[in-house]
């Protein structure tokens, strides 16, 4: 047996690779974002002057939650055009 038939060769164009970073980003700058709005919407139930404001936090947090799904279709969408249909995608190990 031939040293070299355990070898695994993947290929994954540039292309796709730039996408995925870009999505990646994208998704990470949510997840902090959402963090963010809901940290500091929390404090600012501290004081009742600042509830109506922390609540509207909330609520942009909760749209940003929305969100993420959404980041995640795309990414697939555009994986797919790019691939073609007819290939086969396990993505849900590069979900993010």
Known sequence: MDEDSHDFHLRIGREELV?????????????????????????MFFSESLTYSGTWLFVIGSVEMLIRPVIRLIRHLHLQRIRGPETATSDSSYDF
Not at 19 to 31: E, G, K, L, P, V
């Open 19 to 43: 996408i995925r970073q870009r999505y990646q980003f994208i998704s990470i700058a949510n997840d902090v974002l959402i963090g963010l709005w809901f940290l500091i919407g929390s404090f």
